[in-house]
């Protein structure tokens, strides 16, 4: 190689430029290193909407190992080692400490201290990060073994929380000093000293009040204090992302929140367990200057309502803390309201920012629902009194009606949360606070007369009173929530008056008249909506159900007699029909309703039982005459022949048949020449009433026989019918005389199935009945389409 350069001049360029080369080289593999950990982050945005590579790794990222990438392999291998290294001088300060002197002790520690401190300096020159992490990492933990080692070396006579307390401090300082001076406010410095510095904030003033014995409220001031200066941390810092000092204000935010939780919560308990109001002012002053805190915090800070909401409970807290210890445990709940109601009059204040406004307005709510629960809490015995009544119906006693604890507190802290309440609604235009204002406000008024104490007559008038308007809120109210809260309201004063006025009789005529007359009233209303009207339609013809049975009880009459008085209920409906307008079909159901009543007061004596339905037959038989109710014939139906086999049952008849058939034969004559006249017309129609009269009742006797004649005979009739049925293309007869057939062969066959299922092993039928699950379930689809050709076939019989 000839060039013009003498040796020595071309020997030093070459190492120039070798130099220049290694730096290079370092530079570019740190460039490499930063890289690969973004692209394995996040996608570039170059590259939108590439697939994964066929390896699993983005199609956008660079060729990496097969086993796995350079960052995962080599965070492992430094994870690895500090560990190791940690280990070791944990080892070294616990075990071999005590063979060295004072001296080597302390040129240990500082030499390998400073050296673990001062090798990331160099590693993040040379662009090795992760080396840098891992080496930083061992020298903060160095540092706590330094304070320790200090501790156990020269200052054991120290109190072990006071030097806690003093070496967190330093070192939390020496942690925070150390990272800037590592960033220098870039994006190259280290991640983990400063959150650890945050970590080591937080001990201090914590341990400093333990050592100096404080109480709680002490140790509450140095929580809160060490919170506040956290959120002045997270709040300093919050846009600092892409920097080490990110992560840290994270920390600080949620330590913030935690500790700040922490110093109310010992304010809070020590406010409640104050025996005096004096006693209360210290926490409520930590309370304050906690709900101060959180007020500053949401001012500050958009998102962070939550804080906003957290003070505001700490401030009613203070208020109502100071108060409770001169009440009594129902007014020192009414006492934290007008705290809770300030804080809720914040949503109107246009000034206050709207994280400030949202978190109080939350916390005021919140804490005037708690007073309402336990307002309701202390009324449900009031509203769940009257159901002492039904041990004794008319006794003539005062229903489990007392004053209670909470005397006139509860009604008060009711109704105060409604009238909160209803301001609120009428300030969001929203329906959900009309709902709690109007069930806090019924629920109040209701139980306030029991709760005072009131005599009896005070009690039902008040009651009677509070139910009315609320129902009259229910027929009146624009709004859909509002109208359904009232009604709910307005039945459930009316059941509890119901069920108190069972004390005695004047009071169940009295109560029972009025809330029927009232409920007729509501169903006349034509401007209420159709809803409400019908409901209390609905109610109408209950009451007046419920004052027959009343009036029939007060004559002296037998219960099995009550069901005939009853029926006149339905009869009156069924007479009115189309009249009651819009609310037929809900007092028709009501009617339906007193009608099944009616049967059951009867069941106990079969004759009565036989001339209720007879008569029930009779109001349906009335009613089928509308054409829009024609269906109601095949209850009449119904019911007559269930009135005649009861009456044949109640007399001793053991052969039905001989009262059946001269009904089914005239039937089935008129149906044959039904079908003659209208072939169109359906053989339920036709022959289903008069096959029905006799083929159920027979069945049911054949059920009953011991003998072979009857079952014999009532299937060869059923088999006949069936076999008719499938040749003339009848449904009727068809299924009827099947479904006959085949009760009477299971009746037949049932003691022999049970002599084989007794004799068979008991895991057999368990087998076989999985058998037949698989069968039916490998065949699912052509089973489905037999059960469809089935379905079809009988839909073209007539």
């Known amino acids: 190689m000839n060039t013009s350069l003498p040796p ?18 370092l530079y570019l593999l740190g460039r490499r290193d930063w890289l690969l950990r973004l692209l394995y982050s996040a996608p570039p945005a170059g590259a939108p909407g590439r697939g994964p590579a066929p390896g699993g790794a983005p199609a956008w990222a660079p060729a990496a190992a097969k086993d796995a990438s350079a960052p995962s392999a080599q965070n492992v291998l430094l994870t690895l080692g500090a560990v190791l290294l940690a280990v070791a001088a944990l080892a070294f300060t616990l075990v071999s400490w005590g063979s060295l ?239 809770a109601l300030a804080l809720v009059a914040c949503v109107r204040v246009a000034g206050l920012p709207a994280a400030v406004r949202r978190g109080s307005a939350r916390a005021g709510a919140g804490v005037s629902a708690l007073a309402a629960l336990w307002g309701w809490a202390a009324a449900v015995p009031a509203l769940a009194a009257p159901l002492a009544v039904l041990d004794e119906v008319w006794s003539g006693t005062t229903p489990g009606w007392s004053p209670y604890a909470s005397g006139a507190s509860a009604p008060v802290v009711l109704l105060v949360v409604a009238g909160a309440a209803w301001s609120l609604s009428r300030t969001l235009a929203r329906p959900e606070p ?60 009316a059941a509890s008056v119901s069920l108190g006025a069972l004390d005695g009789r004047a009071a169940t005529f009295a109560v029972w008249g009025l809330l029927g007359a009232g409920c007729a009233a509501g169903a006349a209303y034509g401007r209420a909506p159709r809803w409400a009207r019908s409901t209390a339609a609905g109610c109408a013809v209950g009451y007046a159900a419920g004052l027959l049975a009343a009036a029939a009880a007060a004559s002296g009459l037998a219960v099995a007699w009550w069901g005939l008085p009853v029926l006149a209920v339905p009869a009156a409906v069924a007479a009115l029909g189309p009249r009651l307008g819009p609310v037929r079909l809900s007092a028709e159901a009501a009617a339906g309703a007193a009608g099944l009543l ?56 053991t052969a039905p048949e001989a009262y059946t058939l001269p009904v089914t034969l005239p039937a089935l004559a008129v149906g044959f020449l039904r079908r003659r006249k209208d072939p169109e017309a359906s053989s339920w129609t036709a022959y289903g009433p008069g096959l029905a009269a006799t083929l159920l009742p027979s069945l049911l006797a054949a059920w009953a026989d011991a003998d072979w004649q009857r079952p014999l005979l009532l299937g060869l009739a059923a088999l006949a019918l069936t076999l008719a049925g499938a040749r ?24 022999y199935v049970a002599q084989v299922a007794g004799a068979l092993p008991r895991w057999l039928p368990p087998a076989l009945a999985g058998l037949l699950l698989l069968a039916v379930g490998a065949t699912y689809e052509r089973r489905l389409a037999d059960a469809r050709r089935l379905r079809d076939a009988l839909g073209r019989l007539r």
């Not at 069930?439 to 008038?461: M, Q």
């Not at 009848?730 to 085949?742: E, K, R």
């Open 8 to 25: 020595a001049e071309e020997l030093a360029l070459i190492d120039r430029e070798l130099v220049r080369l290694d730096a290079r080289r």
């Open 101 to 339: 002197g004072i001296a080597g002790r302390s040129a240990v520690l500082a030499v390998v201290t400073a050296a673990a401190l001062a090798a990331p300096v160099l590693l993040l020159r040379r662009g090795l990060r992760s080396t840098a992490e891992s080496v930083g990492a061992l020298g903060l933990l160095l540092t706590v073994l330094d304070a320790y080692a200090l501790y156990a070396a020269a200052l054991s006579g120290l109190d072990a929380t006071g030097y806690a307390a003093g070496a967190a401090a330093a070192l939390a300082a020496l942690w925070a000093g150390y990272g800037w001076v590592l960033a220098r406010g870039g994006p190259s410095g280290l991640r983990l000293p400063l959150p650890a510095a945050v970590l080591a904030a937080q001990l201090p003033l914590p341990l400093a009040a333990l050592a100096s014995d404080g109480g709680p409220v002490r140790v509450g001031w140095a929580l809160l204090v060490t919170a506040a200066l956290d959120v002045a941390a997270a709040l300093r810092f919050r846009s600092a992302r892409g920097t080490p000092g990110a992560p840290a204000a994270a920390l600080a935010a949620a330590l913030g929140a935690v500790l700040g939780a922490g110093a109310l919560l010992l304010g809070t308990a020590a406010s409640w367990s104050a025996a005096s109001p004096g006693g209360a002012v210290a926490p409520a002053a930590l309370l304050l200057a906690g709900a101060a805190l959180g007020a500053a915090a949401a001012w500050r800070e958009p998102r962070a309502a939550a804080a906003a909401t957290a003070g505001g409970v700490a401030w009613a807290v203070a208020v109502g803390g100071v108060a409770r210890p001169a009440l009594d445990t129902g007014w020192a709940v009414a006492a934290h309201l007008p705290a």
């Open 434 to 493: 009309a709902v709690v204002a109007v069930v806090a406000a019924w629920s109040g008024l209701f139980a306030a007369p029991v709760l005072l104490g009131l005599p009896a007559a005070g009690v039902f008038a008040a009651q009677l009173a509070v139910t009315g308007a609320a129902g009259c809120l229910a027929l009146r109210a624009s709004a859909r929530g509002t109208s359904f809260a009232a009604a709910a309201c307005a039945l459930g004063g």
């Open 728 to 751: 003339r293309g009848l449904q009727a007869p068809l299924l009827l005389g099947g479904a006959v057939l085949a009760a009477v062969a299971l009746h037949e066959l049932a003691p």
């Open 598 to 653: 009616a049967v059951a007061l009867a069941a106990p004596r079969p004759g009565t039982l036989a001339l209720v339905l007879a008569l029930a037959g009779v109001v349906c038989a009335g009613a089928a005459v509308r054409p829009e109710r024609r269906a109601l014939g095949w209850a009449a139906v119904a019911l007559f022949a269930a009135a005649t086999w009861v009456r044949l049952a109640s007399d001793g008849v």
